[in-house]
């Protein structure tokens, strides 16, 4: 079984469905709702496990609820987030996605500018431990970091 380090964004998606995209200052409803896990490195992380590979995450959340529902799915589908770091006081990211009848999507992101940058807690020893690498462009410093063995 392959162990890929896959390493980056770990976003929370609010996904609402309506009949048409939004425009102007009025209010829409949705005809449809739910609420998934995102980002590159995270997904890439579920469907590694999902074909049977051992995925582990390597990135930045803050130490909310939405922290908590974002780890809670990915161990759900078996990825290890033993190398999620929590940081205190910081907000994790978040996404309204928006999808009209046509598919076309209209996404509001909010990633916490005050999440700290620095990836000194990944060392050489933790991805050699890999078998490759997955690095997203969310978080350059984290990806430079593992991808440096």
Not at 61 to 74: R, W
Request: charged letters at 25%; proline letters at 3%; aromatic letters at 6%.
């Amino acid at each position: 079984m392959a162990r890929i380090m896959c390493v980056g964004h770990a976003v929370q998606d609010y996904v609402f469905s309506t009949s048409e995209l939004p425009s102007g200052g009025r209010k829409f409803r949705a005809a449809d709702f739910s609420s998934a896990g995102g980002g590159p490195a995270a997904t890439a992380a579920v469907t590694i496990a999902k074909m049977g590979g051992e995925a582990h995450l390597i990135a930045r959340v803050g130490d909310d609820a939405v922290a908590d529902a974002i780890i809670a799915e990915l161990q759900s589908y078996g990825v290890d987030c033993t190398l999620v770091r929590r940081f205190p006081g910081r907000k994790s990211s978040v996404s309204s996605v928006i999808v009209d009848d046509d598919g076309e999507r209209m996404i509001v992101n909010y990633r916490d500018d005050w999440m700290p940058a620095d990836a000194d807690w990944i060392t050489n020893d933790i991805a050699a431990k890999a078998d490759a690498v997955l690095a997203d462009t969310r978080w350059t410093e984290g990806a430079a970091a593992a991808l440096a063995v």
